[in-house]
C-alpha cells in the first residue's frame, strides 16, 4: 500500500484539554490540497504518530491553545434518532476492520450496509404504496435489483445509482474472487469512476488496491451512508 507522507504542517493548535490531540493543517503525498487533520500519539497510522511528535518539538511553530469551549448552559441536545446510532455502532465495527487491515472485510461490510440500507427504504416505500392503493412488485431480492428498484422509485438519483453499482461490483468481487487485485474484473474502472465522481479535485489517484479501497471505495460508500440514514431518520420523523 502507498505511504502517507506528510510534506507540510502549519498551524497547530491543541485539539483538547488534556494535550492528547493536535489539529493543524496539511498537505500530503496523496492528496491534491491542504486539509484539516487531528494528530494523535496513538493513531493507528504512523504519519499521525510522527506529525504528533514533530508538532509537539516545535517543528511547526508554537502549538496554539485550544479553542473555546461552548457554554455549559447550553440547550441540551435531542436524542438522536436510532438510525443514527446503528451507524455509531456500525463506524466502530469498520473502524476495527480497517485497524486490522482487513480490507477485503472492509468492503464487504460497507457493501452489506448500503444493501440493507436500500432495502429499509424500499420496504418503507412498499408501506407507503400499499397504504395508498398503489400497485407494487414483488420484493428485489438482490442488490442490483434494489438500487434500480430505488432509483424507479425516485429514492435515489441517477448519479448515486451508478456510485452504488460500482460499489455492488467492488463489493461482488470481495465476496467471491479468492484473488482480488486491481486486475480482477470490474475492481479498477469501478474504483476509478468513485474517483472521479466524488475525489477527482481533492485526491490524487494512485493504482494500488489498498490505498483506493480505503481512500475512495470506503469514503464514497460513507458518503452515500450518511445520505441514505439522513433519508430514513426524515421519513421516520
Known amino acids: 500500500m502507498i505511504k502517507t507522507e506528510i510534506l507540510s504542517v502549519r498551524n497547530p493548535q491543541w485539539a483538547n484539554e488534556n494535550r492528547t490531540a493536535i489539529n493543524c493543517l496539511v ?18 497510522e504512523a504519519h499521525g504518530r510522527e506529525t504528533f511528535a514533530k ?7 508554537e502549538i496554539a491553545p485550544m479553542g473555546p469551549k461552548l457554554s ?11 438510525e443514527y446510532l446503528r451507524l455509531e455502532r456500525f463506524l466502530l ?3 476495527r476492520e480497517n485497524s486490522r487491515k482487513s480490507f477485503r472485510s472492509v468492503v464487504i461490510v460497507w457493501g452489506s450496509l448500503l444493501d440493507n440500507l436500500l ?13 395508498a392503493a398503489e400497485a407494487r412488485g414483488k420484493p428485489p431480492r438482490n442488490f442490483d435489483a434494489r438500487i434500480n428498484r430505488a432509483l424507479g ?18 463489493r461482488n468481487a470481495a465476496a467471491h474472487e479468492w484473488e482480488l487485485s486491481l486486475e480482477t474484473k470490474n475492481i479498477l474502472p469501478s474504483l476509478r469512476a468513485l474517483h472521479e465522481a466524488d475525489y477527482s479535485e481533492l485526491l490524487v489517484f494512485r493504482e494500488d488496491l ?20 439522513d433519508r430514513l431518520s426524515a421519513v421516520s420523523r
Do not use: W
Open 93 to 95: 465495527e469498520a473502524n
Open 153 to 170: 422509485a425516485g429514492l435515489i438519483d441517477q448519479e448515486d445509482a451508478d456510485r452504488c453499482h460500482h460499489i455492488r461490483r467492488i
Open 27 to 44: 498537505r500530503t503525498n496523496t492528496l491534491h490540497q491542504e486539509v484539516p487533520f487531528t494528530a494523535s500519539p496513538l493513531d493507528l
Open 119 to 131: 432495502d429499509e427504504m424500499l420496504e418503507g416505500e412498499a408501506l407507503r404504496t400499499s397504504a
Open 210 to 229: 489498498e490505498f483506493l479501497l480505503q481512500q475512495v471505495y470506503s469514503a464514497s460508500c460513507g458518503m452515500l451512508v450518511m445520505k441514505f440514514v
Open 72 to 82: 455549559e448552559q447550553s440547550p441540551s441536545q435531542p436524542e438522536p434518532p436510532a
Open 55 to 61: 508538532c509537539l518539538a516545535g517543528e511547526f511553530g
